[in-house]
């Protein structure tokens, strides 16, 4: 772990997305008066441009651990970066790395750190680039371009709204439409209309297609 500049960190809890154990400078850095509990707060704090390039990134990184062996997964750090909301009120440049700390007994990551650095007194352009590297034992150092041009490939293809692609992860994760209300805090009724909208904008006739459409997009 490395940071160069105003930095936090958090726990995130893999199987719900909640977040815990957080750095206090996250409230100052994003002007925040609670501590955000699930990773919906953060993600709600990035830029919408950057969405596609953030879901991309985690597929590429989800990809290139597979291809490396999930035996190793808890000795390698992926990092890339993104915009973030600010206490100021604009967006600037974070870097993100994540370290896995614990697997079940199927190899699934059940928890990692995430540390976010503040890196705009550096560069303000984003590289499109994930970096996964290795921690001792591994000696890792794969860089991965990620073309700006399959990004539209991702959820704006099928022209899902941003709340759209949220229940979409949700509900390929397993969440029920009464879970899923509580934590956006909205009506069931209104989850029920995006899962209609969901379904027409990816010709999807059930769930189980669903699930697979969100393989497909990363969000899972």
Do not use: W
């Amino acid at each position: 772990m490395f940071a160069i500049g105003e930095y936090y960190y958090y726990v995130l809890n893999l199987n719900n997305s909640t977040v815990t154990n957080h750095h206090e400078s996250i409230l100052k850095i994003h002007g925040l008066k609670n501590y955000p509990l699930h990773l919906k707060e953060l993600i709600d704090l990035i830029h919408p441009d950057d969405i596609p390039f953030v879901i991309k990134a985690e597929q590429t990184v989800v990809n290139k651990i597979l291809e490396i062996g999930k035996e190793f997964q808890l000795y390698l750090k992926p990092s890339y970066c993104f915009r973030m909301k600010t206490a100021k009120g604009n967006y600037e440049l974070f870097h993100h790395q994540a370290i896995h700390t614990f697997e079940d007994e199927n190899q699934h990551l059940v928890q990692s750190i995430n540390i976010h650095t503040n890196i705009q007194h550096i560069t303000s352009e984003n590289s499109y680039t994930v970096l996964i590297t290795g921690i001792e034992p591994r000696k890792d150092f794969h860089q991965i371009k990620i073309n700006q041009n399959l990004l539209s490939s991702s959820t704006q293809e099928n022209n899902l709204t941003k709340r759209e692609t949220e229940v979409l992860s949700f509900i390929a994760k397993g969440y029920s439409g009464k879970e899923i209300s509580s934590i956006l805090i909205l009506s069931e009724h209104t989850i029920r209309t995006h899962r209609r909208n969901i379904l027409s904008k990816t010709n999807c006739r059930n769930s189980k297609e669903l699930v697979k459409k969100a393989f497909d997009f990363g969000l899972i």
